[in-house]
């Protein structure tokens, strides 16, 4: 058979991908059996606006293996695509688009106009990240796609907004918010991020006290919101104060009366222990200002400047500005005490990093503590979902859903899913599923819709149900709905997937998934987060263009749970995998005439040569293993078993151990079925590999002598024949044969070892070598002595005896085995005794100097404290393997001295 010398990765990318989708391989449709077990994934939704990044690849990476995996387990097999119409991402682009391109806002345009230019905008750019998924070897049904502003789930949204309203679970009301000056709109605590400020001041400002010459001192971090403060608080218990308490504070700047406060709150350690109260424009102060019954005073407007009600001074300036003239103000008047170098927390917009600003507004929210008791309860009876890993995460979840506060809905945006409520001329409000149906229940056609959209991640909280096609109860919802597994990254388990399970246990009383599988997190190779900003990111594609997707995956899928550091050489080795696959196979099909898969292994096992036993015992423990790993979701452990099996176990020794019988000139019976039983052992190879590296395995499987359909598993009797749908390999615990894996052992390690001789003495490749070998146990010899052709050969021997005590020259290179055997290699007539004394004395000097400026180095104390723990760590090591190296040259210099 002709097969090229060198894998190139690109072509069979591009031509199976688009084989299997035409033909419709990763539809669950494909699957005939009508009793067939359902396996569901439904990917997280990436902005449409996205690119694909690592973090991206390795979730779609870990999806595609256990999707892979279960189809050809013979489940009724669905991943459902989609993508998130990420409202404020995608409102920004086309908006620094129109612009640039005509110097227009969208204001200039008007809302109708403008959201016809995001549509416009979403077909031409957007989606880009689903076209790049088809170079992952994604295997979803792109059949099902969905976006989520797709007609029918934008109804699922309306759907949950009305039931939510006709509970009282979703209300408009008065709230403090977090606004973004920006982007001009609410976020919800969930999008705002806390980000360590280690400048910051903490300034001490001191307030008269009426009817009296005593100055309370406040420590705040944000002087300008003075201006609306409407109390000073203090602990209860505060000794210091409890005289206070009642008294009247003269707030200067604004000359306003206020109250002296107590409330428990108040921690007596931060400042002096009393602080000032701003409800409009502090999270802990609103609530304080419940308590207390205070007036909430807005110093700061939507555009982060000051109001009219900050005072005449101060109207129209930046909070930044006002804070300045604030602080010069009360330095002024000689009321700054002083000001401290401060570390603390600020908000910011986790999407444009301004500053957040808490504001007094009249938004829409939904009570979450009131959705989030059936999730709360399914975690705390039955630990549902289940989360991998366990530990931290179902902790995380259930102290997330103990706390829920009130969600803000609404965002001050056009692109998105519009509040579906109207008002009349005279304010009323009327929730519907439709405008008509605003209009009969208002009584008349002069309505104004609600302007605000809803929060992003409203529509994500019904991915899994909508996307099924719930509100109706859709086959597709019937049959794949709950969902198997959610793999996700840990910093959305708040954001996504609680309110998932909210809506999917209040709308279909069955939780949206069974386990949540939490990714690790991949930084750059100095342990940084990847990110745009710092230009650290690494492009999958381009990987995926210098090493091939096959590799890519293999080293994503390996890394499971765990946060790594990226480094380009793990994929690299996997690239050298993927070639050691392609030439093993390649020999395989050189020799493959006369061969068929699923031949060659006929009759008792017991019959079998050795070799043939050990390779089928070691098949039947890699497939268990490999199969146990992925259902436990313990991928690292996957990719190991297999990569070993197929690069130590067939590769490296059962071809080499076949090798003579397979490349024998003339065509017997026995060639043949020598043939059949390395292809056989190969195709069984490709299927346990294929969930990780679907391209590589399709290209070789399809050039395997026999392949048909009568090797794809039962349910896809009527596909064109695939890897894909082949048969995942189920070990057959009758072939496990520990004697035979115990015997080829000692043939293997025997083989090293001489090997390592021939290797270590400088032995020409093309020299005979004797070997002497021997073993106490009797079953020993008789193992070594069977096998002496296939020693022979492997190490280039011409002669090998075998006896129970050794019998060597002193002049040999020894190796002790297992179960005490030895084995040695007379060196006379191979190697220059002079020469080699020289060299070996040469080697071990430098070994010793290299060691004795390692502990030089070790002594310095200061090295031991400042240098990398990994940096110590390694150099101990190398000085324990010196020490290793150094004595083994010893030993062998007194055998060669003269």
């Known amino acids: ?409 609404s965002r001050q945006l056009w692109w998105g899913h519009r509040i579906p409520a109207w008002y009349d001329e005279a304010g009323n409000v009327f929730v519907a599923r439709a405008e008509e149906d605003a209009r009969q229940a208002a009584g008349t056609d002069k309505l104004t819709q609600d302007p605000d959209v809803l929060d992003t991640w409203f529509s994500s909280a019904l991915w899994p149900i909508s996307t099924l096609g719930w509100p109706d109860q859709t086959a597709d919802l019937k049959t794949f709905y709950p969902t198997s597994v959610l793999v996700t990254a840990r910093d959305i388990i708040f954001l996504w997937v609680a309110r998932m399970m909210m809506t999917g246990l209040e709308f279909t009383g069955g939780k949206a998934f069974d386990d949540v599988f939490i990714t690790g997190t991949i930084f750059d190779k100095h342990g940084q987060r990847m990110s745009k900003s710092k230009g650290n990111g690494v492009d999958p594609l381009e990987v995926f263009d210098k090493y091939g997707v096959d590799a890519t995956r293999i080293v994503l899928a390996g890394i499971g749970t765990t946060d790594t550091r990226w480094n380009d050489s793990q994929v690299e080795a996997y690239r050298n995998f993927a070639n050691k696959i392609w030439n093993a196979a390649r020999f395989c099909l050189l020799n493959s005439e006369g061969a068929r898969v699923g031949q060659g292994f006929e009759g008792d096992p017991k019959t079998w040569a050795l070799h043939d036993r050990w390779i089928m015992s070691r098949l039947q423990r890699a497939a268990r293993d490999v199969s146990r790993a992925i259902e436990a979701y313990e991928f690292h452990a996957a990719v190991q078993t297999v990569y070993h099996f197929f690069w130590d176990d067939l590769c490296d020794w059962y071809i080499e151990l076949t090798k003579a019988d397979v490349t024998a000139q003339d065509a017997t019976r026995e060639r043949d079925a020598a043939r059949s039983r390395v292809i056989t052992v190969l195709e069984q190879a490709l299927r346990l590999l294929h969930p990780f590296m679907p391209f590589i395995t399709e290209e070789l499987w399809q050039k395997l002598p026999g392949v048909g359909a009568r090797l794809l598993h039962p349910a896809y009797k009527d596909a064109e024949p695939t890897v894909m749908l082949a048969a995942f390999p189920q070990a057959r615990a009758e072939l496990i044969d520990e004697r035979a894996e115990s015997e080829i052992a000692a043939l293997i390690e025997l083989v090293s070892r001489v090997r390592n001789i021939r290797s270590e003495m400088n032995i020409k490749p093309g020299e005979q070598v004797r070997l002497v070998v021997s073993a106490p146990d009797a079953a020993a010899r008789a193992v070594f002595e069977a096998g002496a052709q296939q020693i022979a050969r492997l190490v280039r021997a011409s002669d090998i005896s075998i006896s129970e005590k050794l019998d060597a020259p002193r002049a040999s290179a020894r190796a002790v085995l297992a179960g005490g055997a030895e084995v040695a290699v007379p060196l006379e007539g191979l190697i220059d005794f002079a020469k080699e004394r020289e060299r070996l004395r040469n080697e071990r000097e430098k070994l010793q100097k290299e060691a004795a400026k390692l502990e030089a180095q070790l002594a310095n104390r200061n090295f031991v404290e400042r240098a990398p723990a990994e940096k110590v760590a390694e150099s101990r090591q190398r000085i324990s393997d010196i020490a290793q190296r150094t004595d083994m040259l010893g030993q062998t210099l007194e055998a060669f001295s003269e």
């Open 1 to 409: 058979m002709e097969i090229p010398k060198a894998y190139d990765p690109k072509l069979a990318e591009e031509r199976h991908y688009a084989r299997w989708e035409a033909q419709g391989f990763f539809a669950p449709e494909i699957n005939r059996d009508p009793r067939a077990p359902v396996y569901t994934i439904v990917i997280p939704p990436p902005n449409v606006t996205g690119s694909l990044h690592m973090g991206h690849a390795l979730q779609h990476t870990i999806m595609d293996v256990l999707t892979r995996y279960h189809r050809m387990r013979g489940y009724r097999t669905l991943w459902l695509p989609g993508t998130d119409h990420a409202g404020i991402s995608t409102q920004i682009q086309v908006e620094k688009q129109l612009k640039k391109e005509e110097n227009l806002t969208r204001h200039d345009i008007g809302r109708e106009k403008f959201l016809e230019r995001v549509w416009q905008w979403k077909e031409r750019y957007g989606g880009e990240i689903l076209r790049q998924m088809r170079r992952e070897g994604a295997s979803v049904d792109w059949s099902r796609e969905r976006f989520t502003m797709d007609e029918g789930l934008t109804r699922a949204v309306r759907e949950f907004f009305v039931r939510m309203y006709e509970k009282g679970w979703i209300y408009r009301g008065e709230g403090l918010i977090n606004w973004c000056p920006k982007d001009q709109t609410a976020l919800s605590d969930l999008e705002v991020e806390k980000v360590e400020k280690k400048d910051g001041k903490l300034y001490y400002l001191q307030y008269p006290v009426k009817n009296s010459n005593r100055r309370v001192t406040v420590a705040t971090t944000r002087p300008e919101t003075m201006l609306g403060d409407t109390a000073v608080a203090v602990n209860p218990e505060d000794e210091r104060y409890a005289a206070l308490v009642g008294a009247t504070i003269l707030l200067p700047l604004v000359n306003r009366e206020i109250p002296v406060v107590a409330d428990g709150f108040v921690d007596p350690a931060f400042g002096t222990g009393a602080v000032k109260v701003t409800p409009a424009h502090d999270a802990n102060d609103y609530a304080m200002g419940l308590r207390h019954s205070l007036p909430f005073v807005k110093v700061i407007d939507s555009q982060a400047r000051m109001t009219a009600e900050a005072g005449a001074g101060f109207e129209g300036l930046d909070r930044y500005e006002a804070r300045e003239r604030v602080v010069a103000k009360f330095e002024e008047l000689g009321l700054l005490e002083k000001v401290s170098d401060y570390e603390f927390s600020i908000s910011q917009c986790g999407r444009c990093r301004t500053v957040i600003e808490p504001l007094l507004s009249v938004q829409w929210f939904l009570k979450q503590a009131a959705l989030g008791q059936k999730p709360l309860e399914l975690v705390r009876e039955k630990h549902e979902p289940r989360f991998v890993p366990e530990v931290p995460y179902e902790k995380v979840y259930t102290n997330w859903l103990e706390g829920l506060y009130d969600w803000t809905l």
